[in-house]
């Protein structure tokens, strides 16, 4: 009986070594493979060592890590068999391999690393472990009756039952009338700031008391409410208007950076002469590709990125992340590499998120430096994506929840395939992602974190449409519009989605809110600002193709569109909302198309159409021997930055096919000062071209 007990035994272990030892034999296993093991966490495994002699037999083991044994000598009594436990504790991911030597004779040994899996945070009424034995996570619930808060559930006093969380629901209220209080599910309370309306006098602003809510209170006295001359001024006083008759002395026309303020002497406004606004720093890239989307922060800093362009692409292309200060000491250029040839890459592809500046080199690299100290955080190609076939980033975008939203073209042309990617901003991993068998543009995202972008079909495909889809934080698509023409989301501000023609469309269903612009009137594409969620200001551009170029501000209050600025100009460039509420934009007056020369011109404007400030923007990099000119053409959209008191303005040089070198120059930023006080970057709203100073794409 207790030798075919042997037999089975050693027909359940496999194939097997039969090693001499003195004057008798072991039997050992030939190989000994371990599973899959999470990195750090050992795994042990038990083989038979059998004496086949009836004396006993003492043998000396050793090995090497990862692999372990718990001893160096085994004794193993006569016609015996000894469980000897080998332990493997992987510190690398993949194949581990190594041997184990018994009295000379190597027994092959191999193990798999393999990463532990995010078990997450357990909920109010759940534990959870992570298993090394199954390298899974093991939920339970706790015992039913057990205390529990649920903040992200909405519960307080709750008790557990059957793993959830039950009580009455939270109560939110913080005690101050100036915000709206609510338990969001998954969210936790919020509390967001109300919204005043505006008032329906110029000299009673609205403001919130934490105690009263709404109300209005005057304005500063003298504040102009209607036309202003020397002779007679409609001035607020006390919160009302009145006319009164200015005093000699009295300013008429405010200060801007290029002119003085104008005073009244003998009833005429004496304004001292205006000088042209040169730049109070400049930058000139020593490369050929300066990447320049106007990113700043909170503290004025300047981001950008600058990569070689040599004649003969190599692989392996080389950035530099460059970050300076709001007058122009360099805070640092980190250097940054990548796989594959150096191409270019699209707009809207810089951002700051979560202390960091996240940039795309060569549309396929995602990187992330520290926005403090320039130290490299995390890089990513999007050719690792879990899916195949995705090359190319055509846009970026934050939702200021920790999450970034990028679109990721097909590498194949012909099969028109984008990815909804969305990755973590702190590590760059890849939470989640949606294949689209179409293109999506014009990603967009309002304050809850959900996304907005224009589907197209591939070209030719039969039925199809272009539709804006809104897709929800976990990149569920919650609903697709066919819009009549396809139209790119601007911006998403108050539950309303504003798209290329001025038209509105609801944030909940898609549902047209607003018309479009009428056909005397096209919207530049790039541009869209709100100041909250009643009005918003656009630049426009007259479509007349026989009479001067005009640009023109269209201001829309509660669905009212009013057209309250114009100029005789051939373009203008983003727009940008400052603290008060008046559009700040660059406008290009072409003299020539021979010279191409251009006057390019800053302007401040209030939504009532006062004009606050027009300067005339020169820069001596573009004429012979350093003489200042007018700014050279610019190229516009994603070219300029405003940070509250600076201007910055990516130049190119004149176009001029006939002449000589000398008026080439390489890539230039400049930078104007708009006097201190400056005008300041709008608090709340879609303050600029990417929703945020920061480019987040979203409104603040």
Same mark, same amino acid.
């Given at each position: 009986?207790?030798?075919?007990?042997?037999?089975?035994?050693?027909?359940?272990?496999?194939?097997?070594?039969?090693?001499?030892?003195?004057?008798?034999?072991?039997?050992?296993?030939?190989?000994?493979?371990?599973?899959?093991?999470?990195?750090?966490?050992?795994?042990?495994?038990?083989?038979?060592?059998?004496?086949?002699?009836?004396?006993?037999?003492?043998?000396?083991?050793?090995?090497?890590?990862?692999?372990?044994?718990?001893?160096?000598?085994?004794?193993?009594?006569?016609?015996?068999?000894?469980?000897?436990?080998?332990?493997?504790?992987?510190?690398?991911?993949?194949?581990?391999?190594?041997?184990?030597?018994?009295?000379?004779?190597?027994?092959?040994?191999?193990?798999?690393?393999?990463?532990?899996?995010?078990?997450?945070?357990?909920?109010?009424?759940?534990?959870?472990?992570?298993?090394?034995?199954?390298?899974?996570?093991?939920?339970?619930?706790?015992?039913?009756?057990?205390?529990?808060?649920?903040?992200?559930?909405?519960? @307080? *006093?709750?008790? +557990?039952?059957?793993?959830?969380?039950?009580?009455? #629901?939270? !109560? /939110? &209220?913080?005690?101050?009338? $100036? %915000?709206?209080?609510?338990?969001?599910?998954?969210?936790?309370?919020?509390? @967001? *700031?109300?919204? +005043?309306?505006?008032?329906?006098?110029?000299?009673? #602003?609205? !403001? /919130? &008391?934490?105690?009263?809510? $709404? %109300?209005?209170?005057?304005?500063?006295?003298?504040?102009?409410?209607?036309?202003?001359?020397?002779?007679?001024?409609?001035?607020?006083?006390?919160?009302?208007?009145?006319?009164?008759?200015?005093?000699?002395?009295? %300013?008429?026309?405010?200060?801007?950076?290029?002119?003085?303020?104008?005073?009244?002497?003998?009833?005429?406004?004496?304004?001292?002469?205006?000088?042209?606004?040169?730049?109070?720093?400049?930058?000139?890239?020593?490369?050929?590709?300066?990447?320049?989307?106007?990113?700043?922060?909170?503290?004025?800093?300047?981001?950008?990125?600058?990569?070689?362009?040599?004649?003969?692409?190599?692989?392996?292309?080389?950035?530099?992340?460059?970050?300076?200060?709001?007058?122009?000491?360099?805070?640092?250029?980190?250097?940054?590499?990548?796989?594959?040839?150096?191409?270019?890459?699209?707009?809207?592809?810089?951002?700051?998120?979560?202390?960091?500046?996240?940039?795309?080199?060569?549309?396929?690299?995602?990187?992330?430096?520290?926005?403090?100290?320039?130290?490299?955080?995390?890089?990513?190609?999007?050719?690792?994506?879990?899916?195949?076939?995705?090359?190319?980033?055509?846009?970026?975008?934050?939702?200021?929840?920790?999450?970034?939203?990028?679109?990721?073209?097909?590498?194949?042309?012909?099969?028109?395939?984008?990815?909804?990617?969305?990755?973590?901003?702190?590590?760059?991993?890849?939470?989640?992602?949606?294949?689209?068998?179409?293109?999506?543009?014009?990603?967009?995202?309002?304050?809850?974190?959900?996304?907005?972008?224009?589907?197209?079909?591939?070209?030719?495909?039969?039925?199809?449409?272009?539709?804006?889809?809104?897709?929800?934080?976990?990149?569920?698509?919650?609903?697709?519009?066919?819009?009549?023409?396809?139209?790119?989301?601007?911006?998403?501000?108050?539950?309303?989605?504003?798209?290329?023609?001025?038209?509105?469309?609801?944030?909940?269903?898609?549902?047209?809110?607003?018309?479009?612009?009428?056909?005397?009137?096209?919207?530049?594409?790039?541009?869209?600002?709100?100041?909250?969620?009643?009005?918003?200001?656009?630049?426009?551009?007259?479509?007349?193709?026989?009479?001067?170029?005009?640009?023109?501000?269209?201001?829309?209050?509660?669905?009212?569109?009013?057209?309250?600025?114009?100029?005789?100009?051939?373009?203008?460039?983003?727009?940008?909302?400052?603290?008060?509420?008046?559009?700040?934009?660059?406008?290009?007056?072409?003299?020539?198309?021979?010279?191409?020369?251009?006057?390019?011109?800053?302007?401040?404007?209030?939504?009532?159409?006062?004009?606050?400030?027009?300067?005339?923007?020169?820069?001596?990099?573009?004429?012979?021997?350093?003489?200042?000119?007018?700014?050279?053409?610019?190229?516009?959209?994603?070219?300029?930055?405003?940070?509250?008191?600076?201007?910055?303005?990516?130049?190119?040089?004149?176009?001029?096919?006939?002449?000589?070198?000398?008026?080439?120059?390489?890539?230039?930023?400049?930078?104007?000062?708009?006097?201190?006080?400056?005008?300041?970057?709008?608090?709340?709203?879609?303050?600029?071209?990417?929703?945020?100073?920061?480019?987040?794409?979203?409104?603040?």
């Amino acid at each position: 009986m207790r030798r075919a007990w042997w037999l089975i035994l050693l027909a359940a272990c496999g194939d097997r070594l039969v090693v001499p030892v003195g004057s008798g034999e072991l039997g050992l296993p030939d190989a000994v493979q371990f599973p899959a093991t999470a990195l750090s966490f050992p795994r042990e495994q038990a083989i038979p060592v059998v004496n086949r002699g009836r004396a006993p037999k003492t043998v000396t083991l050793s090995t090497a890590a990862p692999f372990s044994v718990p001893t160096a000598v085994l004794e193993v009594p006569g016609g015996a068999e000894v469980a000897l436990s080998i332990a493997f504790t992987p510190v690398a991911l993949g194949v581990a391999q190594g041997t184990l030597e018994v009295d000379g004779v190597s027994i092959p040994l191999e193990g798999l690393g393999v990463t532990a899996p995010e078990c997450g945070a357990a909920g109010p009424c759940e534990v959870v472990r992570f298993d090394p034995n199954t390298v899974s996570c093991v939920r339970g619930a706790k015992a039913n009756g057990t205390a529990c808060e649920d903040a992200l559930g909405c519960i @307080e *006093a709750g008790a +557990c039952e059957e793993g959830r969380c039950l009580g009455r #629901a939270a !109560r /939110c &209220d913080d005690a101050d009338a $100036c %915000t709206t209080d609510a338990c969001a599910v998954g969210r936790g309370c919020r509390h @967001e *700031a109300v919204e +005043c309306a505006a008032s329906t006098t110029p000299c009673l #602003a609205p !403001r /919130c &008391d934490p105690r009263l809510g $709404c %109300t209005t209170s005057p304005v500063q006295d003298g504040t102009p409410c209607g036309a202003v001359s020397c002779e007679l001024a409609n001035v607020c006083l006390a919160g009302a208007c009145r006319t009164v008759v200015p005093p000699e002395g009295f %300013t008429c026309a405010p200060e801007s950076a290029c002119r003085g303020e104008g005073v009244c002497r003998a009833k005429q406004c004496v304004t001292p002469p205006q000088r042209d606004l040169k730049p109070r720093w400049t930058y000139t890239s020593n490369d050929g590709d300066l990447r320049f989307e106007g990113v700043t922060d909170a503290q004025g800093h300047w981001y950008w990125l600058e990569c070689g362009a040599g004649a003969m692409p190599q692989p392996g292309h080389r950035c530099s992340a460059v970050s300076r200060t709001a007058d122009g000491l360099e805070r640092f250029r980190t250097d940054v590499t990548g796989p594959g040839v150096l191409r270019g890459t699209t707009s809207h592809t810089q951002l700051l998120a979560d202390g960091r500046f996240i940039f795309v080199t060569n549309e396929t690299t995602l990187v992330a430096v520290d926005a403090t100290s320039g130290a490299l955080v995390w890089q990513r190609t999007m050719t690792s994506l879990p899916s195949t076939g995705f090359r190319d980033i055509a846009e970026l975008a934050e939702d200021g929840h920790g999450q970034l939203w990028t679109v990721v073209r097909s590498a194949q042309n012909r099969q028109r395939q984008d990815a909804l990617v969305r990755l973590d901003a702190s590590t760059g991993a890849v939470r989640g992602e949606s294949i689209q068998q179409a293109s999506l543009r014009g990603l967009v995202l309002d304050d809850a974190g959900r996304a907005f972008a224009l589907r197209r079909p591939p070209d030719g495909l039969p039925g199809g449409f272009s539709a804006l889809v809104r897709f929800e934080p976990d990149g569920s698509e919650r609903f697709a519009v066919q819009l009549p023409i396809g139209q790119l989301p601007v911006m998403v501000l108050g539950g309303r989605v504003v798209l290329q023609d001025d038209s509105v469309r609801s944030a909940v269903d898609g549902r047209e809110l607003e018309p479009p612009l009428t056909a005397d009137w096209t919207a530049w594409q790039w541009t869209g600002v709100g100041a909250d969620a009643t009005s918003r200001v656009r630049v426009t551009q007259s479509t007349y193709d026989l009479l001067p170029s005009t640009i023109a501000l269209h201001v829309t209050t509660r669905g009212q569109r009013l057209k309250a600025f114009e100029v005789v100009a051939s373009r203008a460039s983003d727009l940008y909302l400052t603290a008060g509420g008046e559009a700040l934009f660059l406008t290009a007056d072409e003299q020539g198309h021979a010279s191409a020369a251009t006057a390019t011109h800053v302007r401040q404007v209030h939504p009532r159409g006062l004009e606050l400030m027009s300067c005339n923007l020169v820069d001596e990099a573009f004429w012979r021997g350093g003489a200042e000119g007018p700014l050279g053409p610019l190229q516009f959209g994603r070219e300029t930055g405003f940070n509250g008191r600076w201007l910055a303005v990516r130049s190119l040089p004149i176009d001029c096919p006939v002449c000589d070198a000398d008026f080439w120059a390489p890539p230039r930023l400049a930078f104007y000062d708009l006097g201190r006080p400056g005008p300041g970057v709008g608090p709340r709203g879609w303050v600029g071209p990417r929703g945020t100073p920061g480019g987040s794409q979203r409104a603040r």
